[in-house]
């Protein structure tokens, strides 16, 4: 296994805090909240960088207006569907009062502020229903499932984010057939208007896991600012440096890594029927990926494993670490049960990578084509087995700088020289 940097040219942010008040200046909120108004900020369930800086500046923004800002729990059926999962998952993602300067109101419960013109009733998180005004802040990237013309970002925030559970599930049904895309058009315009959606701000990320760009957008705007954004995030996803491999270890999956754990978008493991390459040939339809096998679940995703029923093999370690009430809330949630059926488990880590070989066609070990990643959304160092030495040699961005050596596992059968300790 040769240890390889990859050297990729990406934008950066270089003061997350500062670009969100400059962005929020541009919103003129003086004028969209009343003096003293409370407002909410949902607050999710990914792992984003400076997720705690972002919201603490906007917190600190709005109090110097003279505005009360508080954060509410926006993830769905996200830890366990319970008050104390979701502050719990916060927590873990060292969001907190003290982190971000705002007290945090959770709760389970939400309103139902209107309907859609189909009749589907929408629903607010309750405390979030109650404020003068909500500014939302999130992620923009593609999503793990559906493929559209918006998909995971600011619209997903104000409507599965801040559903909560029922209303979570009431949309993912309804996605089955309309689509997302079709489903936002029809009910965030409810949450903009009776919930009193101020603004958004939209971030972007690279291919680092760097802050790339901070977007303020207009309540009017969202819709169509988001469709234009997706398609920035679209350039900036991180991506194998190959297309093949006989065999993919992941180190480690979590929800705060991606919706399903493992990131379809990088592995090319979307679905089991392949409908998202049927709509889109090139994402995640350009990889090809053998054999998935993943060694552990992070701490920060409390047990949630869904997008386990993607992977292959995991070992007994793994399984261990699995919630199987979470995970299968969220996949019935979001209505992919398949995503959390359990993979073959196999004693340790070193069982699971031989049985990956052994399984991947008439390829000699020796000859493989594995990749070692830590996560899917940390590929800036990563190992890569001897058969891909040429096609290293011929690619000035990627430089080998370790020759290595054979995988090594202890007594008990568990790698030695993860690539999580090289981050």
């Known amino acids: 296994m040769l240890t390889v940097h990859r050297h990729m040219e990406a934008p950066r942010e270089n003061d997350p805090a500062e670009a969100v008040r400059r962005e929020l200046a541009t919103l003129d909120l003086s004028s969209r909240i009343p003096a003293a108004g409370t407002v909410a900020i949902p607050v999710g369930s990914r792992g984003i960088r400076n997720i705690p800086r972002i919201i603490g500046s906007a917190v600190l923004f709005l109090k110097e207006l003279g505005f009360e800002p508080f954060l509410v729990p926006a993830m769905g059926s996200h830890g366990g569907g319970t008050v104390e999962g979701q502050l719990q998952v916060l927590e873990s993602l060292d969001i907190t009062q003290e982190s971000t300067g705002a007290p945090i109101r959770a709760s389970m419960e939400t309103a139902v502020i209107g309907q859609t013109p189909r009749g589907l009733p929408v629903h607010v998180d309750r ?28 619209l997903k925030m104000m409507l599965i984010g801040l559903g909560k559970l029922e209303g979570a599930a009431i949309y993912h049904r309804a996605a089955v057939h309309t689509g997302f895309s079709t489903l936002a058009g029809e009910a965030v315009p409810v949450v903009i208007e009776r919930a009193r959606v101020v603004g958004g701000l939209a971030i972007l990320e690279n291919a680092r896991d760097e802050t790339a760009r901070i977007v303020a957008v207009r309540p009017e705007e969202i819709f169509e600012r988001e469709v234009v954004l997706l398609e920035e995030a679209l350039e ?139 996560d899917t959304l940390h590929i800036g160092v990563l190992r890569l087995s001897e058969a891909y030495r040429s096609d290293i040699e011929k690619r000035s961005d990627l430089e080998i700088i370790d020759e290595g050596d054979f995988l090594k596992f202890d007594s008990s059968g568990t790698l030695e020289y993860p690539v999580i300790d090289l981050l």
């Open 127 to 154: 405390h979030a229903s109650e404020a003068d005004a909500i500014l939302v802040i999130n992620r923009v990237k593609p999503h793990t499932e559906f493929r559209g013309s918006v998909e995971s970002g600011l």
């Open 236 to 374: 900036l996803i991180a991506r194998l440096p190959f297309p093949r491999a006989d065999v993919l270890l992941v180190d480690r999956m979590g929800k705060e890594i991606s919706g399903v754990g493992v990131d379809p978008n990088v592995t090319g493991r979307g679905s089991l029927d392949g409908w998202e390459r049927r709509q889109d040939g090139l994402r995640p339809g350009n990889v090809e990926i053998t054999r998935l096998v993943v060694r552990e679940l992070t701490r920060e995703t409390h047990g949630n494993a869904l997008g386990v029923g993607l992977v292959d093999f995991i070992p007994k370690r793994m399984e261990d670490q699995i919630d199987w009430e979470k995970t299968s809330l969220n996949a019935i949630t979001a209505m992919v049960p398949y995503k959390a059926r359990c993979p073959v488990v196999l004693a340790n880590d070193r069982e699971c990578v031989s049985t990956a070989l052994a399984t991947c066609g008439l390829v000699e070990p020796a000859a493989a084509r594995l990749m070692h990643i830590a």
